[in-house]
């Protein structure tokens, strides 16, 4: 067995079901935990209720202009690698044809070159991201050992994945091979740390934004 | 941070007689006995990006990260993650994430405390959507029971859970109330047994503002509503709530709620006091464990509803141009931000508003009982000092809030930096502009 077929074999399949059973046992862990009824009077019903968290879930995407002076750069920085992660994961060929056989469904792929341009910025911003956590003195006191994890393995994605495309630092078979381990160790470490934000995040906005909305307190 | 222990030992509530491992054990306990679904769902959410500093005025006005309204849970994220997350058992074996010790607890007395207002601005700005302020509030109550509730909130909790009061007085609150009500010319009803409101008062207002006291009641004589003052619940504040004592502030809401059921009131009327209102409206009900009998209005807002159906009618105030502090227990995290201005509007005040208002006002400083706590004063003053100048720049003659706390925050600020404006009150600028021909009061 070569390193490509150890990386989309065993490995792989060693890193989906960790992922899929840490994913669910992180959810289900909060899910088992106690709730504590509402007796006070609330100011908006149930239906306004929900209807604020789902507006939630979207509106604090974007910074209130209140807050935008103080929080646009570094919110800017942080959506910007997100998206250009998600178009070179998502509209990247060989990746629609890998997903594609998980799912069943395929969908269009934009063209490599501007895949490759997205990865190299996405790169940039990336280092941007790791450059801005150990130097900004709020950031840095934050951060542990996940924070720097995650990002190390986000990025091995994308630079294992530069170099396959651009046959870069050995033979093929071994840099895809490379590639695909870099993103089994992520979908590995994917439960144990931050990354379970992309599960968190709209989940976190809408119930927050629901029970403030059924204060009729800002949001 | 640690050259501040020293002081924070000398500033531990009585049960400092407990042992440091008794302390962080209590804390801990109590931390993860109220975690629930939804606490854990706020502390793993938490992605460390730090936005949530910049909506705070303490790191805003110090730029140092320890303010970092997030990190100020920073000890209990850690216990929860050892003692209650998917993964504990792996945090435990592996010694990743250690136990929270007394030392760190009481570094965290500064942070949780005195340089927390617990206004919730932190938790309008985080893009997980975390209510920050609520995970102070629950810490908080892991550091009361850890016996490291500052002295000065400890000992009026203390108080007010013993007598109803938050600290000895020179005569009782119910003879002060008289003799506000002799002094400015305005029956106080006391202790009537079939009513439709309940009133309370803030001892702050019956201390240094008695003319809110008199305004209050000429206002409800005015209106002509059935309502009455109670001798066993005259104090609208909750000391419980600031020190972060679960049981007393449950003792101290039963009191008024025992009141107000003991009146038959329909609606128990908080005055101008916004962790009053916070405690009363949103959490007194799940601490009498069932739906209250009664309802709770804050007075901006049953004024503003009775001006809505006609019942109150103002004259113009000649206040010149205005400006108005949003109490964050009020506006931001009580939603009662469209009432005061709609006083406001009636009395045709010319409203100039501050660079950050309403919802998202900065804190006058004093709230979450920091006024109170006496180690606090130089930071409150340092974080007070954007929020003068935001005033100022409205260019207002006249500077109104709703809050007695708010108020007594910037009497002092008046004190301290020579300061031109006095801080009014709105409720006794409705009372001075009833439209009768009573004339303004005194």
Known sequence: MDLLELARGPALKVAVVVFCVGVVWRIVNIILLHYRRNFNEPRNGFAKSVLGGIKVAGSRSWPHPE?????????????????????????????????????????????????????????????????????????????????????????????????????????????????????????????????MHSFYIFPSRSLNGALLSRKGAAS | MSSNVTTMRANLAPEEEKSPEARAAGAMSAFAQEIGALSAFRLESCIHCGICAEACHFYIATEDPKYTPIWKVEPFKQAYKREASAFAPVFRLFGLKPKVTAGELEQWQHLLYDSCNMCGRCSLICPMGIDVAALIEQARHAMFEAGLAP??????????????????????????????????????????????????????????????????????QHLGVS????????????????????????????????????????????????????????????????????????????????????????????????????????????????????????????????????????????????????????????????????????????????????????????KHFNWDKTPGSLLELVADNLAVDEGAMS
């Open chain 1, 67 to 195: 807050f935008i002076p103080r929080t646009g750069a570094g919110e800017a920085l942080g959506y910007s690698y997100h998206i250009g992660l998600f178009i070179v994961i998502l509209a990247f060929g060989p990746h629609i044809t890998f997903f594609g056989s998980f799912v069943g469904v395929r969908w269009p792929n934009l063209p490599s070159g501007v895949i490759t341009i997205a990865s190299v910025l996405t790169f940039t911003l990336l280092l941007a991201v790791l450059f801005r956590r150990v130097t900004n003195r709020v950031l840095r006191m934050l951060s542990n050992f996940d924070d720097y994890f995650s990002w190390f393995v986000t990025t091995l994605v994308i630079v294992t994945g530069m170099m396959t495309t651009a046959h870069f630092g050995g033979p093929y078979q071994t840099l895809l091979g490379l590639h695909i381990l870099s993103f089994d160790l992520l979908l590995i470490w994917f439960p144990f740390g931050k990354l």
């Open chain 2, 151 to 220: 002295k000065e909130l400890y000992q009026k909790a203390a108080h007010q859970k013993q007598t109803g009061q938050p600290e000895v007085s020179t005569e009782p609150y119910r003879d002060k109330l008289l003799v506000i009500g002799q002094e400015y010319g305005v029956e106080i009803p006391l202790d009537k047994t079939e009513v439709d409101v309940m009133l309370c008062v803030p001892r702050t207002d019956i201390e240094h503002y008695p003319k809110a006291v008199a305004a209050l009641a000429r206002v409800m």
């Open chain 2, 227 to 414: 309502c009455t003052f109670r001798s066993d619940g005259l104090v609208a504040e909750n000391y419980g709530y600031y020190a972060g004592s679960k049981t007393w502030q449950r003792d101290i809401s039963l009191r008024l709620i025992e009141q107000a059921i003991a009146c038959k009131a329909k609606v128990l009327l908080v005055p101008e006091c916004g962790h009053a209102y916070a405690a009363l409206r949103w959490e007194a009900a799940d601490m009498y464990g069932k739906p209250l009998p009664f309802e709770v209005r804050h007075v901006s807002e049953f004024l503003a509803e009775q001006l809505e159906v006609g019942n109150l009618k103002l004259r113009i105030a000649k206040t010149g141009a205005t400006t108005f502090q949003d109490p964050c227990e009020l506006v931001r995290k009580g939603g009662v931000t469209n009432a005061p201005r709609a006083l406001m509007k009636a009395l045709g005040i010319e409203l100039h508003e501050m660079k950050n208002h309403g919802e998202f006002s900065f804190c006058c400083g004093g709230g979450g009982g920091v006024v109170d706590i006496e180690r606090a004063a130089p930071l409150r003053y340092r974080t007070m000092e954007n929020k003068l100048r935001e005033i100022n720049d409205t260019d207002a003659q006249t500077f109104l809030t709703s809050c007695s706390d708010c108020r007594r925050t910037f009497d002092d600020a008046r």
